[in-house]
């Protein structure tokens, strides 16, 4: 199957099985797991991710809007489904028509959900967003005890739990530690929840109903001292096209950025910055081939991407290149990749173009 491939992803659902497994027993027995699957699941594969975790025992889903709701429930999801971001009233209908929750941060979108709901006669899902300290979504303290009465009395609104977010919780202790004091304010009488992946891990007090992983359930840990219990799901792999010899000298690629200290042997690989590979990975970073590190050279092109391999003797042509994932006994992470590209594994996953075949396996 892979054979037919230029560049492809392989996603170990078993792997993903066992981080579900490692975040639960991070947490007291009898929280509830808000698996987000958001943007096609951290560039995983929505649908077969969604499906993986929900026949493991993961309880609810968040997602960030109504769309990635409407293709869950298409798929046969019956779990709670969480919009984590603001849904717009061009959206409510949908979210209405699938009982997918919406998540509250104002008395105006409480108002507005409220009438669409009349509209169509039917009940909207809701959770309230408590503002922490994030200052992207949620209420101050007045406005959501504003919301909260007004959901209570409406006959159109059904309250199905509150939450907030942690702004810093893999960087800043004392300023999470304040985030989870505040959120006190949620009421304990249903579900509750603030942890992400770097919550989880951490194992920070509090009571809460739920936790919400994402980053932690593909494998990676937003620290590197927990990275051991985790298992990275996808591995991103393509092939070679060329190999050739470079005499001393010579320049590499747009730019001619790199010029070869001496003679090398250099590949050319079938993947670019239109496949999800990080345009600042110029001259930075490497892929691995035959379980060797191979160093990119030059700037990364649309499709293509050239890296040395003179370490290597037998390379050749239709060669795997494996740019995330195990080749021999190296492994390279979606957080190795982001710290040399200067950015964060979150970013790594879901700049993967949507177009990649996925093979799950
Ligand atoms: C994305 C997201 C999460 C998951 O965060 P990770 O750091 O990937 O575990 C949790 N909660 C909300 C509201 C989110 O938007």
Request: charged share 20%.
């Amino acid at each position: 199957m892979s054979a037919s491939h230029r560049v492809w992803c392989v996603v170990s659902l078993s792997a993903l099985r066992s981080n579900l497994r490692a975040l639960r027993s991070c947490c007291p027995r009898g929280t509830r797991i808000l698996a987000v699957v958001k943007d096609n699941a951290y560039g995983h594969g929505l649908i077969p991710v969604a499906r993986a975790l929900a026949q493991a025992g993961c309880e609810e889903f968040g997602v960030a809007c109504a769309s990635e709701g409407e293709e869950l429930r298409g798929a046969g999801i019956r779990n709670p489904i969480l919009l984590l971001g603001s849904t717009l009233n061009s959206e409510f209908p949908v979210a209405l028509q699938h009982r997918l929750t919406v998540t509250l941060s104002s008395m105006a979108e409480a108002r507005e959900l409220a009438r669409a709901a009349t509209q169509v006669r039917r009940t909207a899902l809701v959770q309230i967003k408590l503002n922490t300290g994030m200052n992207r979504l949620g209420a101050r303290p007045a406005e959501f005890q504003q919301i909260l009465s007004y959901v209570a009395l409406h006959p159109r609104l059904d309250m199905v739990g509150t939450f907030t977010h942690l702004a810093s919780a893999d960087s800043n202790l004392s300023f999470t530690r304040r985030q989870i004091d505040e959120a006190t304010v949620l009421p304990a009488s249903m579900a509750r929840h603030w942890a992400n992946s770097a919550a989880i891990l951490q194992r920070l007090p509090g009571s809460r109903t739920h936790v919400r992983p994402g980053l932690g359930l593909y494998g990676i840990s937003p620290f590197p001292r927990h990275s051991s219990k985790l298992r990275p799901v996808l591995s991103w792999k393509s092939r070679i096209l060329l190999v050739r010899d470079l005499p001393r000298g010579e320049t590499i690629s747009y730019g001619g950025t790199f010029r070869a200290p001496r003679k090398m042997k250099v590949a050319t690989v079938a993947t670019g910055y239109a496949h999800g590979l990080p345009r600042s990975l110029s001259n930075r970073g490497h892929a691995l081939i035959h379980g060797c590190r191979c160093p990119i050279l030059g700037r990364v092109t649309m499709d293509m991407t050239l890296v040395d391999v003179s370490q290597l003797s037998r390379v050749k042509r239709n060669d795997e290149v494996v740019w995330l994932g195990r080749s021999g006994k190296r492994m390279q992470t979606a957080a190795d990749m982001a710290r040399d590209a200067g950015t964060i594994p979150w970013e790594i996953f879901t700049r993967l173009s949507p177009n990649l075949p996925r093979i799950f396996a």
